[in-house]
C-alpha cells in the first residue's frame, strides 16, 4: 500500500544505480527449462531461453568479477569499470554516439556491479537486433574508456555514496551499514560501489588493466532470451572469443567474523524516524536443501513486502509501529517497482536479516525488542504445524510469480548456475512438498538464532539510544492512539522488558560521514 | 462460494503459451499502441467491467480502480484521506476479517497491494486464474461491506505516519510537497497524495470521516473493474453480476476549484538537514490529459527533446560539462491540470544558477525554434517501442490500462493518446512550449544543506 506520485516515483527509481528496466516475454515451450547449447572448446558458457513468439530479446552477459576483487585501497574499482563500460562510448563511437542509437530503438544497455558478478543487460526489440547487437558487442569488447566516461562513473558512485547513502536513503543505509559490520574485514565488507577514498584514488589505466584482468573468456556466462535468430548465439560465441584466454580464480572468502551477542551499530544522523536491519550469517545458499527449508520459516516471520508475516502483522497491523517489517534468508534486492527480487546478485555466502522500516525514535527500542523475541520465539518453539503448511503452500505459488517474463527467468536461471543447482524455482516445486515442520524446525534451529546478531540503527542523537539500550530499563511502546486490546497491553510489557543480549564492549555510534570512507 | 479457502487445486500453472502476435506488431506506425482486444460492459449500477484476454497461462491480475485520489481531497484539514483509505480497504468485513481476508491470498499465492495517485486509488491481485470467483467474492465483499472498529482505524494511521516518515528522507518527497504548495493556489494538487504532515498526524481522530469518504467514493459509477490474463471474458462479467450487483450507486458530487492562472514566477528554497548535493526542481503548470487536444501530447514529446538521454540539453548537463548527474523532466498524466516539471541533482552548490539558466535557455529554444523533423521522429520511435515494450505481463498492462481508465474511463484512451503523438508536428512543439513553458507560469524550488549557503529564492540565472 503506498502513495505514488508519478513523476517522483519515477523519479526514485533514478536516485540509484541505472537499473535496466526489464523487459521479456513468455516463451513458446511449455517448460522454463534452457535449451542446450553445444559448446565448443574453450568457448564462453551460455544459458539460452530462446523464444520465436516473442519480440523482444534480452541479454544477460555475465562476469565472475565483482566487488570482492576490489585491491584494498581500490574499493569500487569493479563497479567503476563496470559503469564506465556498460554506460560509455565504445572505440568507434562517442558514449554520446551509442546513445543516439539506442534511443530510437527504446533499447537498453546497463551494468549492474555486484558483490560476486558484474552483469551486463541489453534489452531490445526484435526490429532492432542488428543494429543493437553490434553496439552491445562493441560496448563490451571494445570499451571506448573514455576519460569524460570515467569521470562521470566516478562522479555517480561517489554520489551514492556521499548524497544517496548517508544522506537521502536512511533505509538503504540501514542495510548497507548492516552488511558493514556482518562482514567487518572481509571482502564482501564494503559497499559494491566502492568507498569515497578507494573511488578517489582509482585511475583510468587502473580501470583498463581490471578489464584486462577479469573480464576473460572462461570468465563469463552469456545469457540470451527470446525472439532472437538461431545464428545469432554462434556469433556472440565467436565474438566473445576476442576476449583474453584464461579464467581468473574468484577471491577467497574468509568465513565472516564471529558474533558475540548482539553488536550494535548506531549510525548518527539527523532523521525523522529510526531505520533498523538486523542480521547474522547463515552457512546456506541455495544449493543446500536446509535453504528450502528455511525458507518457509523465513516467509512466515515476514515475507518481502506481503501482509502475510508475522512481523508485520504483530508490528504493523496490531501496533502501528511503521510501514513495514520483513525477513530474508538471503541477500535481497527489489527488482525496481516489482515486490519481487532482484535476479543477478549470487553470493557464496549469504545471511539471514530482518528489515524493519523507520519507527519513530522513541519506539526504536521496543521495536527491536520485538523483533529479536518474536525471532527468539520462533528459533525455541519452531513453527506449527498449520503455519508451516500455509506459509509453505503460500511459497509453492507465490514463488512462480518471480518470474512472468523472460529476462527474469533467464537471470534465475544464471543464479542457479552459480549456485551449481538445479534451476531455484523449479527446485522450491520439488522441495517443499517433501518438507515437513520437524526438517523445517530443525533447520531454524541449526542456522537462526536470536542471541549472536549484528544489528545497525540509523538514527538521531544516536548516543542517547545507545545510553538507553545499555541501560537495560524497560521501553515502553508509544501508541500513536493508544490501545484498548488486553492482550497487546500485555504483551507489551513484556516486550518492553525483553532482555537484549547487548555486548557492550562492541557498541558503538558513529556519524553517517564517516561511514563508506575508505 | 462456502469455503474460499477450500481452493488447493487452484495452484497456478505458469505454462507458457503463445503471445498475441499483435504484440510484435504494437510499435510499428498505423497499429494500435495498446494491441489486445478489450471486452468492455457495464452493470445497471454503473461500475464498469473491462476484460482483456492476455497469455499468461494460469494467471490473472485483477484490479480495483477507484476514480478518486488526493484530487477529491477539498476539505481542509482531509489531504491525504484517499491514500489512508487505501489502507483501511485491508481491515476486512464481517465476512472475511482482515486476517481471513490475508489468509484466503496467502493460500493462493496471490501477490496483492494497493496504490493511491492524485487522482485515482488501484487494489489489484495477481493470482491463479482458477481461483477468479473467490477474488471476485472477497473483493466484492469487501468494496460493499468493508467494517473496521476505530482501534484498527487508529493502529492503521501509525502505518500511514511509517510510510511518511520512510520517505521524508528522500529529498524528492520534499521537493515534491514544496512545489506542489507554491505552485497551485485553489486545485487540490496542492497537496501530495500522502498528504500534509498535520494532516497524517490528525488521522486517528478521523473515524467519523472515513465512514463519510467510504460512502461519497466507494461506489460502483466512481470504480472500474478490469481484468488481464488468463480469463474468459463472458465468465468474469457474468461473476461481476452476480456478486456486484448489490452494490448501490452513490450520490455524491463534488467539483474541484480551478486553478487560476499563476501571473508571476514563484521561488521556495527547501533547506536539507542532511550533507546533500542540491538538487534543482522546476515546474510549468500544464493542461490536463486529453485524446483530441495536441498539447499535452506535445508537452510529452517536448520533454523527451529535452530530457531523454540522448537529448542536447542532457547530453550538455550530465555528458559533457558533467555538472549535473540526474536530469530529468515532463508531464504526468493527470484528470486536471497539474504540471510540467523538471529535475535536476547538481554537483557544486554554486552552479545551481547556471543549470537553472541552461535548463529555461533549452526551453526558450524550443519556443523559438522548430525542432528539426528527423529528431522529432527519433521521439516518437521511443515513445512507441518504449510503451510496446513494457507490455510484458499481465500486471504490467493491466497497470497501463488502469491509469487510462483513470484519465477518461475509456481503455481506448491509450491507442487514442499515442495516435496524437504521432500527429505532433514541430510547429505543435513550438506553441505547447510558447503557451505553458513561461517564466509567469513557473515555480522554482531548490533543496540544499544549509552550510552549502542559503539556498537564495532570487538566484536564478542564465
Known sequence: MRAASSPVMAALALAFLARPACAGSAPQETTMKETPQAAAAGSPRTCLLPSQ?????????????????????KEGLNALTALTIGEGGTKELTYREVTDRLYPMAASIGAQPDREVTTFVGEVHRDHLKEFYR?????????????ADFNRSRDLLLAQIQ???????????????????????????????????????????????????????????????????????????????????????????????????????????????????????????????DFYALMVAGSYLGEHRTFNGRLMNI???????????????????????????????????????????????????????????????????????????????????????????????????????????????????????????????????????ARNLKVAIVTAQAAALRDLLLSGAPTPITYQSPTTREDLLKEDKEIEAYPLPINKETIRVVPARDLFER | ???????????????????????????????????????????????????????????????????????????PGKSGFAHFFEHMMFRGTERYSKDRFNAILKELGAESNAFTTDDYTAYHILAPSSALETIVTIESDRFMNLKYSVEDFKQEA???LGEYNKNATNPFYALNEAIRDAAFTRHSYKHSTIGFLRDVKDMPNQYDYSLTFFDRFYRPENCVLLAVGDVDPEKLTALA?????????????????????????????????????????????????????????????????????????????????????????????????????????????ERVAYVEGAIVAALEELRDKPV????????????????????????????SLAAYLNLTGDPEAVNQVYALYDRVTPEDVRNAARKYLVATARTVVTLRHPEDGEAKAGAGGR
Open chain 1, 53 to 73: 513468439s516473442s519480440p523482444l530479446v534480452t541479454f544477460r552477459i555475465q562476469f565472475g568479477a565483482g566487488s570482492i576483487d576490489d585491491p584494498p585501497g
Open chain 1, 135 to 147: 553496439l552491445l558487442r562493441d560496448v563490451l569488447l571494445a570499451p571506448r574508456f573514455d576519460p
Open chain 1, 163 to 289: 548524497t544517496t547513502l548517508r544522506s537521502n536513503d536512511d533505509e538503504r543505509l540501514g542495510k548497507e551499514a548492516l552488511n558493514l559490520v556482518m562482514y567487518a574485514g572481509q571482502p564482501y565488507g564494503h559497499p559494491d560501489v566502492g568507498t569515497v577514498q578507494g573511488l578517489k584514488s582509482i585511475t583510468l589505466e587502473e580501470a583498463r588493466a581490471y578489464y584486462r584482468q577479469r573480464y576473460r573468456r572462461g570468465n563469463v556466462l552469456v545469457g540470451a532470451a527470446g525472439g532472437y535468430p538461431p545464428g545469432l548465439i554462434e556469433t556472440l560465441q565467436k565474438d566473445l572469443a576476442a576476449l583474453p584466454e584464461g579464467t581468473p580464480e574468484p577471491a577467497k572468502l574468509p568465513a565472516p567474523p564471529p558474533i558475540e551477542g548482539m553488536e550494535i551499530l548506531l549510525v548518527d544522523k539527523p532523521a525523522p524516524a529510526t531505520a533498523i536491519s538486523i542480521g547474522s550469517p547463515i552457512k546456506i545458499t541455495r544449493a543446500d536443501k
Open chain 1, 315 to 449: 508490528m504493523r497491523a496490531d501496533r502501528g509501529l511503521n510501514y513495514g517489517d520483513y525477513a530474508y534468508i538471503e541477500n535481497f534486492v527489489q527488482e525496481g517497482g516489482s515486490t519481487f527480487p532482484l535476479p543477478n546478485i549470487p553470493r557464496r555466502q549469504q545471511h539471514f536479516s530482518i528489515w524493519i522500516r523507520p519507527v519513530p525514535p522513541a519506539n526504536a527500542p521496543f521495536a527491536l525488542r520485538q523483533a529479536v523475541r518474536e525471532l527468539q520465539r520462533v528459533v525455541e518453539h519452531g513453527l506449527t504445524k498449520e503455519e508451516f503448511e500455509s506459509s509453505r503452500r503460500f511459497l509453492l505459488n507465490y514463488s512462480r510469480l518471480w518470474a512472468q517474463n523472460l529476462s527474469r527467468r533467464l537471470g534465475y536461471l544464471m543464479d542457479s548456475r552459480f549456485y551449481g543447482t538445479a534451476l531455484f524455482l523449479d527446485r522450491v516445486q520439488e522441495e517443499l512438498p517433501r518438507l515437513t515442520v520437524e526438517e523445517v524446525n530443525a533447520a531454524v534451529t541449526k542456522h537462526l538464532n
Open chain 2, 1 to 75: 462460494m462456502s469455503d474460499p479457502l477450500k481452493i488447493g487445486a487452484a495452484l497456478m500453472v505458469l505454462i507458457l503459451g503463445t503471445r498475441a502476435a499483435a504484440w510484435g506488431q504494437a510499435a510499428k506506425s498505423g497499429t494500435r499502441v495498446f494491441p489486445y482486444k478489450v471486452h468492455q460492459s457495464s452493470l445497471e449500477n454503473g461500475l464498469k467491467i473491462v476484460v482483456v484476454p492476455f497469455d499468461s497461462p494460469g494467471l490473472v491480475a485483477y484490479w480495483t480502480v477507484v476514480r478518486t485520489g488526493s484530487r477529491n481531497e477539498i476539505e
Open chain 2, 158 to 160: 501509525g502505518a500511514v
Open chain 2, 241 to 349: 453480476r452476480r456478486y456486484y450487483a448489490p452494490w448501490k450507486k452513490g450520490t455524491y458530487r463534488f467539483e474541484v476549484d480551478k486553478e487560476p492562472p499563476q501571473t508571476e514566477e514563484k521561488r521556495v528554497a527547501v533547506p536539507w538537514p542532511n550533507p546533500t548535493q542540491p538538487y534543482l526542481y522546476i515546474g510549468y503548470h500544464s493542461p490536463a490529459f486529453s485524446t483530441t487536444a495536441i498539447d499535452a501530447p506535445a508537452l510529452d514529446v517536448a520533454a523527451q527533446l529535452l530530457f531523454s538521454e540522448a537529448a542536447p540539453l542532457y547530453q550538455k548537463l550530465v555528458v559533457e560539462e558533467q555538472e549535473v548527474d540526474l536530469l530529468f523532466g515532463g508531464a504526468s498524466d493527470h484528470r486536471d491540470p497539474y504540471l510540467f516539471e523538471v529535475a535536476a541533482r547538481v554537483k557544486k552548490p
Open chain 2, 372 to 399: 528539426d523533423a528527423a529528431r522529432l521522429g527519433k521521439v516518437k520511435s521511443h515513445m512507441k517501442y518504449s510503451y510496446a515494450m513494457g507490455l510484458d505481463t499481465a500486471s504490467a498492462a493491466a497497470a
